[in-house]
């Protein structure tokens, strides 16, 4: 594929408009009704200009546009500069402003199936984005038009149709070879000055070097103004579609789609942003190109999956940075395969007192691995009776003492969750001061104690810690494994320490934080799947870190470095050292937050929110 000036304007063509929401929202119609009801993929704005006041009180755009981080933002503003100056060079545009064309209303973009079909019969789908352009009308008239006169000027072709009184500009290329030589200095000059002023990393101009080189546009792009919204689409049948629903034409839209009646009920009604993958809608898409999906789908459980609907609301009010809601439907009757795995049993969302309070972040997640395990072979029986065979009897393993151990009986069905992981840092942050830990839970340890000392006999090092075998592993000092009474652990020595003095009590921990106190009563008590991070805490152990010179980012951990020094790598290994000078000014927009997934009747909930913390612990 040629790197070209062609290449780049027909990428433009169908990106360039996608920007930030601003100005006022004129517009009061669902963006919803302008996608088509078989609709795969769907992203909705109802209304740019509250979602745009909303985001300028988050706590990322705050920090963005505060004077005394100016310098560290510098760097983002200057190559987002300079990419404009390079679209409006290649468009011939008088200045980089002649960009600025921001929709002023709803929003809506979606993948659908188009009315045209292949040559074997099957839907084509397109992509299509309509935007309300309020009083950027005419300035998006006439950049359109530029685009268009550029795309011509090499080598491309234009046409005109009318549909329902409305004028549709369709621009096609020629179709190029797929043996072409890519032009790597017209890359090197595009990749110079998109960061002329700017200090990265070579491999960083490299990557951006790489993705323009292999970017392949489409070879047909359409579009048209209705009213005051622009429809760009990635051919003609689906601009021919929106304008239809656009003039009233067509009252079966998305808007009164299953997928939207879940997402109203079950997300924020006062949403910024609306997310939907259609899943019965995709799968459909599935079975049309692959005859031979259907058997696959049924047999692994897929047939259950309705659509996953998301909203996130931003800054609702000066204690929550955002909001997000979501839902995925699970049709009822007998679930098998994936539909039961992902229906895990909810727990309490606090953790347990074997979590401590100085995480950095911390996971949790009631997976039950036989019940895994055993849908897999369930699935692969369904499809293949002989290799679900094949899967059982090669979870038998032979032992030094002669005997065999059934990984499957004796280990994995004596797994019973949860699935836990944490990282945790404590000042003064020397490398014994980062731990962390995976956790598995079970009913019996006979089997794992099995495998650990049958399989893995002479690779590990039993002792004693507070009454508990613990195994070292002499090729990564300071890792432990240990069987406690409830608990499979990996973990660095005092990680492990903590768990191993904590294990049974309730109370303190992270629990007992006031931090996590306060973004958890925020989500629902019952969970399966909790995910909480502090951005401040990793902030003061990311500065530590950079204050005592260890920040290497280039640098990879050598063979053989204790585990605790390797979690201290970890987290400082993308550090600028100069974010020393910045981390106060960093600190007020540090945020905690919080993901939790919970099991109802007819589905999995899922809940994400995030708060403003302030300090340094």
Known sequence: MTFNVRNTLRLLATTLLIGICAGQAFAKDNPAKWAPKNTVLYVGVPNCDKMVKSLKKTALYKMSQDSDLSEAVQPFKKFFENAKSVMAEELGLDSPKDLEVYPEGPIAAYLAASSQVDDDGVPLHGIALIMDMGEKLEATRSLSKKIVDACLSQGGNKDKKEVAGTSVT???????????????????????????????????????????????????????????????????????????????????????????????????????????????????????????????????????????VMTT???????????????????GGERVGIAKILLMENSKTAPLATVPADVLWYASMNLNPAVVLEEVIAITARIDPAEADQMRAGMVMPLADGSTLDIRKEVVAQMTGPLSMMMNARAPYAAADFGAY????????????????????????????????????????????????????????????????????????????????????????????????????????????????????????????????????????????????????????????????????????????????????
Not at 211 to 238: N, Q, W, Y
Not at 240 to 255: M, Y
Not at 320 to 325: G, M, P, Q, S
Request: hydrophobic share 40%.
């Open 170 to 308: 369709i621009v096609r290329f020629k179709k190029e070879g797929d043996a072409e030589e890519i032009n790597y200095a017209r890359v090197e000059e595009i990749v110079e000055k998109l960061f002329d002023g700017v200090e990265v990393e070579q491999t960083v101009k490299m990557g951006v070097a790489q993705v323009l080189g292999g970017v392949k546009p489409p070879d047909e792009f359409a579009f048209a103004f209705s009213e005051s919204r622009l429809i760009l689409a990635s051919d003609f049948a689906t601009v021919s579609d929106a304008i239809k629903r656009l003039n009233g034409k067509d009252d079966d839209t998305f808007a009164s789609s299953k997928a939207m009646r879940s997402l109203r009920k079950r997300c924020s009604k006062k949403a910024h942003l609306q997310f939907v993958f259609n899943t019965p809608e995709f799968l459909d898409i599935v079975k049309s190109v692959r005859p031979d999906a259907s058997k696959q789908i049924s047999a692994s459980g897929l047939s259950a999956i309705g659509p996953f």
């Open 438 to 617: 995976i956790h598995l839970g079970h009913s019996s340890r006979e089997g794992i104690n099995k495998l650990l000392t049958g399989v893995f006999a002479g690779m590990l090092m039993p002792s004693d810690m507070m009454g508990q075998t613990v195994y070292s592993v002499p090729p990564v000092p300071g890792l432990s494994l240990a069987v406690t009474e409830k608990a499979f652990l990996v973990a660095t020595k005092k990680a492990a320490e903590n768990y191993i003095r904590e294990e049974g009590k309730s109370g303190q921990g992270l629990a007992d934080d006031k931090t996590f106190k306060a973004v958890v009563k925020r989500v629902p008590k019952k969970t399966c799947m909790v995910m909480y991070g502090d951005s401040r805490r990793m902030l003061a152990a990311q500065e530590a870190i950079a204050r005592m010179g260890d920040a290497r980012p280039n640098s990879p951990p050598p063979f053989g470095m204790p585990a605790s020094a390797f979690v201290r790598w970890a987290i400082g290994q993308n550090i600028d050292p100069d974010m020393i000078k910045h981390a106060d000014a960093m600190r007020k927009y540090q945020t905690s937050g919080i993901a939790t997934i919970s099991t109802e009747s007819d589905g999995l909930r899922f809940d994400l929110v995030a708060i403003p913390v302030r300090g340094k612990k």
């Open 313 to 331: 609301q931003f800054a609702p009010s000066s204690k929550l940075d955002f909001v997000t809601k979501g839902y995925l439907e699970i049709d």
